[in-house]
Each structure stands twice: as structure tokens, then as C-alpha cells.
């Protein structure tokens, strides 16, 4: 099981899953563009980091894609495609599945 996770994004659904799964025992680390808004994100325990989209992504074992659908292929590419192995998507935004497939293909492949 993977013990590591990489949040890509620092708001309020990155933060909650973030403290959800180091509540169940993983390594967490919020990718962001401003680590210095994460202060807080850094207090909640040992296993709770923070990084830049690309450090998160190369962190986790498992990738969560957080971020509002304006600013997810922004860090999608500030990621690094090359650092994804399994993604998790947070697609409430998405309306059309079939678009946010070859949207994600055409970033990461």
C-alpha cells in the first residue's frame, strides 16, 4: 500500500484530504505555489509537508489533483508529467467525463 501521498493543491479540499489521510497513518505532502501560506498545514504533525506542485508529485506514490478546475493544468505542468504514476482526481467542476479524459491525456501523455 502507498504510504506516501502528493496533494496538488493547498485550499480547503487539499487541506481536509490532507488531514484525513495523515489521520490514517500516510506522509502527506501540499503542493502550492506560495509555501508560506501552509504554516498552519505544517503544525498539524511530523508527516504533514509542504512543496511545490512538483516536489509533491515526485513525494507521493499516489497523486490528488485539488485544485479548482481554472488552476488544475497549471499545476498539472508545474507537476511535471513525468512524475505521475497514479493520479486521483477531485473533478466535481468536470461536467463532461469524456472531456476531462482527453483533457488529462493530452497533459500527461
Known amino acids: 500500500m502507498a504510504k506516501r501521498i502528493g496533494i496538488l493543491g493547498s485550499g480547503m479540499v487539499g487541506r481536509t484530504l490532507g488531514k484525513g489521510f495523515l489521520n490514517s497513518g500516510y506522509d502527506?505532502?501540499?503542493g502550492t505555489r506560495d509555501i508560506n501560506k501552509l504554516d498552519d498545514w505544517k503544525k498539524t504533525?511530523?508527516?504533514?509537508?509542504?512543496?511545490?506542485?512538483?516536489?509533491a508529485a515526485k513525494f507521493g506514490e499516489v497523486i490528488v489533483l485539488a485544485t479548482k478546475w481554472t488552476g488544475a493544468e497549471n499545476a498539472v505542468k508545474l507537476a511535471g508529467k513525468e512524475n505521475f504514476a497514479i493520479l486521483i482526481l477531485l473533478a466535481k467542476q468536470f461536467r463532461n467525463g469524456c472531456i476531462m479524459l482527453r483533457w488529462l491525456r493530452r497533459l500527461i501523455l
Open 45 to 55: 504533525g511530523d508527516n504533514a509537508l509542504v512543496g511545490s506542485f512538483e516536489k
Open 28 to 30: 502527506v505532502m501540499i
